[in-house]
């Protein structure tokens, strides 16, 4: 693993952990060649959306790049090493929306190569294109 690589992923996990208190928690976390990122997080009851939501905004982006994250409950089955280990977005977004067992996700965020943004409540808007519908 190249060095910025390796420092990148060390600031996400500390920021993560380090964020609420350890009510949210980094599961899965893939960065492509092309610097797109997708992650996985589980967060703990009382954690509320706009606190999700603010999360989501600071995690690292580069700029004309795609940045996902999917938000669990506690105690949802969760792909962490499906992620981790996809080598690309098209195989980790299988591993998100065609894998079954998984459990659907609470929210999620995109910001997408244009930089504009979107977060979803899946359990508000659970037909969303974002949300898992299996």
Not at 22 to 29: L, R, S, V
Not at 32 to 43: A, C, H, L, Q, V
Not at 97 to 121: C, E, H, Q, V
């Amino acid at each position: 693993m190249k060095k910025t690589a390796m420092i990148t992923l060390l600031m996400v996990l500390v920021s993560t952990f380090a964020y609420a208190g350890g009510a949210i928690n980094q599961f899965g976390y893939l960065k492509d060649k092309g610097r797109n990122r997708i992650f996985t997080f589980s967060y703990k009851k009382g954690v509320s959306e706009m606190e999700i939501r603010r999360h989501a905004e600071q995690l690292p982006n580069t700029p004309h790049r795609m940045t996902a994250a999917y938000y669990y409950s506690e105690g949802s089955t969760i792909p962490a090493s499906g992620i981790t280990l996809a080598k690309t977005i098209f195989r980790a977004n299988h591993v998100l929306y065609d894998i079954p067992g998984l459990s659907k996700w609470d929210y999620a965020f995109m910001r997408g190569y244009n930089g504009a943004t979107r977060f979803i409540n899946c359990m508000l808007e659970p037909t969303d294109e974002l949300c898992r519908q299996k």
